[in-house]
Structure formats: structure tokens, C-alpha cells
């Protein structure tokens, strides 16, 4: 039993649907599950009338035409001018129309994930409709009926043993029948509210539905070859690695590697099941395998880079030593606010922490941090971490810039520049 992941450039296009149903194509005679992200930059276009919505802006019906527009384009180059998916398509996008014509009353959080997570309920049934009319068996399911989470908008916290019992009662006989087609990225609450599981979260997804049914494998479907030792859009003389272990993995996402979502390998890791990353345009070559057991020598060092930061500096008010106390208070401070701390120092007098500039989590977090301490803090800044380092790797990619705070280890050196 295989599970395929493919994300949103795998299916920014009608192309690139017809692809991904050719590639299930050549495996034909194994059992497979799809987990389909949000179309392309619909992820990005759905933050956008969110935020729109909740602002109370005059272009909210604007960007919402924009979105509908793209998608039945992709149907119109599918489909030609009939087709039920059509109808499903409209009635999916109903569910936010019926939010938009009212006035936002509940927490942003909570109105974010019943917006966004439209993108993946409509991918998914283009590809399902896809399949079926190009003779591919397919059946369509809505993951917020297997993969049940808390009341944690934006990164819901999954319930592992009812998600194992509904995943195990259903899906198994689905798939002697049909390949099975799902969302990534989505969860559901026990009063059957929408969930998502942070940003990028359809590899967590995958991972879920592996360990849930023992699967042989997850392959991921990129438009990069395989895990590469940096960002192509960043550096040029990048390496592709042909095999990683789990810790390496969880290491680089920990860090901030987007080619894979930072919850997916635990999962994964605990059932031993390998992960495999390939090219979506080249599917048959080898990509890179994340698995238990591997001995690699590193040439050259991981570079994960992480823009759109913000340094903190929090201190007494009256100047006094930064204790355990005062710690453990700015700890809760962090995770009340569901605010991850990238890189952090703590002198005498201060404690300070490199975040992710997330809307409205930042400005609350300050907030509630300034109820008590004094804040200052430096935005627009990048964070650079290095795996397997060389003293000259850090000195080259920080040359002409202004380096705020540094720290390394054996293994690893993090700089935040501006």
C-alpha cells in the first residue's frame, strides 16, 4: 500500500492534473493514497480574503472572483463546458460565500481555517473528477472525518488513537476497491468545525494515513529532484541527497526546511516507514529516500534560510538578573500564543528570542509580554542555520551583512543577519 502526496505546483494547472493521474497511472495494480494540497498559490490567495474579510475591505468579493475564476479555468481546460464537478465545485466555494456576506464575529484563527481549507476541498475534487474520466477508479473522501484533531485552530493537535480507529475502520476496504483521493492540510473538530495543521501541513497528513495503515511507503511529489542541501531559489551550487536518515530529516525541519512539513517524520519514523521525495516532472528518477539506517559523509553544508524575522530582547522592568521565574513565565507567554521560537540566548539581564513574523500572533505576543517586560525588538531580519558547518560556510554567507546574534554547536551554527 503506497501513499502519494502532491502538492500545490503539481496541480497549478490542467497539465499538471493530467500529470499527477499518469503518474498514479504507472503504478497501476498497487493500492494507493492520494493526498492533494490546494492548487498552485490558492493556499496564498485564500490567506489574502481572509484578511480581507476579516478587515472589512472593499476588494474581498474581488479576490474571492479571482480564485473562482482560476479554478474553473483549470475545469474548462479538463472538462470542456459540462461536467458534474462543475456543481461541486460551486457548492464547495458556497461555504465561504455564506461566511462573507456576514459581518466576522469569531476568533481570526477560527476564521482562517474555514476559509483556507476550501482550497484543498476543491483540489481534491478536480483531481477525483480527473481520474475517473481518465478511467482511473477513484473514490473522493472528506479527511475531516478521519483525522481528528482539538480545538487548536491553525495547528491542531491530532487525537492519534480516533484518528487510527476511523482511518482503519474505512479506508483499508476503500482501497481494494479504488485509489482513494484526500486532502491534505485538514483535520476536524468533535463539533465538526474545520481544523488545519499549519502551513504545508498535506506531507503531515500523508504521514498520518501511512503509519495509520502500515503503509510500504510515502512518496512526495516536488518540482525539486529530491532533498537538496539548500533552496535552489536562493543558491545555485545545490546537491541533491540520494538517502538521509530520520534524524537528519527531523533535524532540517526543526530548522525550517520547507521541502518537508516539520511534523512528518515522527510518524514515519515510528512505523519505519521510508519517505521517499521525487520530481513530479521527472517521476522516474530517483529522487531521495528518508529512511532509519544511513552513512553519508557531508561535503557540504544544509543551509536553511528563513526570512521575515523578528528578533526579540525581553528584560525586567527594574533591571534584576533574568531568572528561571521570569523563564518560565515568557515560555508560557510563547506558547499561549502559539508563537515557535526559532533561535534564542539568555544573558543576565535579558532573554532573546528570533521568531516568525505571523500576523496577529506577533502583536498579541507583545502584548502580553510587555504586561510584564520590557520589549524591544528588530523585524525584517533573516535566519541563516547551517548544518555540518565550516568556520569559512558561515563566513561566506554572512559577508556584507550585519549580523545581530550567532550560536553554534558541533553540528550546527544559526546567524540572524540583517
Known amino acids: 500500500m503506497l501513499v502519494f502526496k502532491f502538492g500545490g505546483a503539481s496541480v497549478k494547472n490542467a497539465q499538471g492534473v493530467i500529470n499527477l493521474g499518469e503518474i498514479v497511472s504507472s503504478y497501476a495494480g498497487n493500492q494507493i493514497l492520494v493526498v492533494v494540497s490546494a492548487m498552485g498559490k490558492t493556499t496564498n490567495a485564500l490567506e489574502k480574503l481572509t484578511n480581507a474579510y476579516v478587515n472589512g475591505t472593499e476588494d474581498v468579493h474581488e479576490v474571492f472572483e479571482e480564485i473562482k475564476d482560476y479554478h474553473y479555468q483549470i475545469l474548462h481546460e479538463l472538462f470542456g463546458e459540462t461536467h458534474p464537478v462543475f456543481d461541486e465545485i460551486a457548492n464547495t466555494f458556497v461555504e465561504i460565500d455564506w461566511m462573507i456576506e456576514d459581518e466576522p464575529h469569531d476568533d481570526y484563527d477560527f476564521i482562517y481555517d474555514q476559509i483556507v481549507s476550501v482550497g484543498e476541498l476543491v483540489s481534491t475534487r478536480i483531481v477525483n473528477a480527473w481520474f475517473n474520466h481518465a478511467g482511473i477508479t477513484s473514490k473522493w473522501i472528506d479527511v475531516r472525518g478521519y483525522i481528528h484533531t482539538d480545538n487548536t485552530y491553525r495547528e491542531g493537535v491530532v487525537d492519534w488513537d480516533k484518528t487510527k480507529a476511523s482511518i482503519e475502520k474505512d479506508i483499508p476496504l476503500l482501497l481494494n476497491n479504488s485509489v482513494v483521493v484526500t486532502q491534505g492540510f485538514l483535520g476536524g473538530t468533535s463539533e465538526n468545525f474545520t481544523t488545519t495543521l499549519g502551513r504545508e501541513g498535506s506531507d503531515y497528513t500523508a504521514s498520518i494515513f501511512a503509519a495509520c495503515l502500515d503503509a510500504e511507503s510515502v ?126 540566548q539568555t544573558s543576565a539581564l535579558s532573554f532573546t528570542a528570533c521568531i516568525d513574523l505571523s500576523s496577529g500572533r506577533f502583536e498579541k505576543l507583545l502584548r502580553s509580554l510587555k504586561e510584564a517586560f520590557k520589549v524591544r525588538y528588530n523585524d525584517n531580519l533573516t535566519l541563516i542555520t547551517l548544518r555540518h558547518y565550516t568556520d569559512a560556510s558561515v563566513v561566506e554567507l554572512t559577508a556584507g551583512k550585519t549580523v545581530l546574534l550567532t550560536q553554534s554547536n558541533r553540528n550546527t551554527a544559526q546567524v540572524v543577519v540583517k
Do not use: C, R
Request: aromatic share 12%; net charge negative.
Open 219 to 344: 512518496t512526495t511529489w516536488k518540482d525539486v529532484p529530491g532533498i537538496l542541501n539548500a533552496d535552489p531559489k536562493f543558491f545555485e551550487d545545490t546537491i541533491k541527497f540520494d538517502e538521509l536518515s530520520y534524524q537528519e530529516a527531523i533535524e532540517m525541519t526543526y530548522y525550517g526546511a520547507t521541502v518537508i512539513h516539520p511534523k512528518t517524520i515522527k510518524p514515519l519514523q515510528n512505523a519505519k516507514i521510508p519517505l521517499l521525495v521525487k520530481s513530479f516532472a521527472h517521476p522516474d528518477a530517483p529522487g531521495t529516500v528518508v529512511k532509519e539506517t544511513v552513512t553519508y559523509k557531508f561535503e557540504k553544508p544544509i543551509i536553511i534560510v528563513k526570512q521575515n524575522q523578528v528578533l526579540l530582547s525581553i528584560s525586567t522592568v527594574d533591571y534584576s538578573f533574568i531568572t528561571e521565574t521570569h523563564l518560565s513565565e515568557i515560555f508560557g507567554l510563547f506558547a499561549d500564543g502559539q508563537v515557535k521560537i526559532n533561535m534564542m
